[in-house]
């Protein structure tokens, strides 16, 4: 039976960000002597702390072996949690991206991962954009707020999906999450919740989420595919 080790993430904590965190803790969690379940803890704080890499642009979630019983869990501390309003709030804890073309998180394939109550917000200005590439083994967004705003002067087409895998054999699963895409006037092709696997064997689960789109110009919007 694994145990499960907490660490903390945010100003003042364990690690200040997300990548450091993976920079000095991933490991083989299913190794004997290991047999873990990683939590990262995450804080906010007065006048916000964006918990992503510094720049704000990828953040690598790699080096881990784990299982579906031996699983890295991403996870808002209780009263930092993303608001149920919908409503960001800069003081609970939250990753904040601007133009993620390959992606604000980067998992290598074998990963096990849940993110539990943050916040995402990413800001598109560019083409072939995509908030999160997940290509780990099984990723999963439960309670988390994701916010989608498009510069207003960018007209460009935009392939503005939340999840992407590139690989078999891989899983994700939504459940709880509210999607808000602010999409001004650009010609996004694809917009809400876009999702695409490659490979055989590639699963996406929806549960009890809510998807909001804004803006955008005629037949430009989609809200799953």
Request: charged share 15%; proline share 3%; glycine share 10%.
């Amino acid at each position: 039976m694994p145990t499960d080790r907490t660490v903390t993430i945010g100003d003042g904590k364990d690690y200040e960000n997300l990548q450091l965190f993976d920079d000095a803790e991933a490991i083989d969690i299913t190794a004997a002597g290991s047999d873990e379940n990683i939590i990262a803890e995450c804080y906010g704080a007065v006048g916000g702390h964006n918990l992503a890499f510094p720049t704000g642009v990828v953040t690598m979630i790699s080096g881990w072996t784990t299982d579906a019983t031996h699983q890295v869990y991403v996870r808002a501390a209780a009263g930092h949690e993303a608001p149920v309003s919908g409503v960001f709030d800069e003081e609970k804890a939250y990753c904040e991206f601007t133009n993620p073309v390959t992606g604000s998180f980067n998992f290598n394939l074998g990963l096990d991962i849940t993110f539990d109550g943050i916040q995402f917000k990413f800001a598109i200005t560019t083409t072939n954009s995509r908030p999160v590439f997940a290509t780990g083994k099984s990723v999963s967004f439960d309670s988390c707020l994701m916010i989608v705003t498009f510069d207003p002067l960018f007209l460009g087409t935009v392939e503005a999906g939340f999840v992407k895998h590139n690989a078999p054999d891989r899983s994700c699963t939504y459940k709880n999450n509210t999607f808000i895409m602010h999409m001004a006037n650009n010609t996004a092709s694809v917009a809400g919740c876009y999702t695409q696997g490659l490979g055989a064997g590639i699963e996406h689960f929806f549960y009890n989420n809510t998807i909001i789109l804004e803006g955008g110009v005629s037949g430009a919007k989609s809200v799953l595919q």
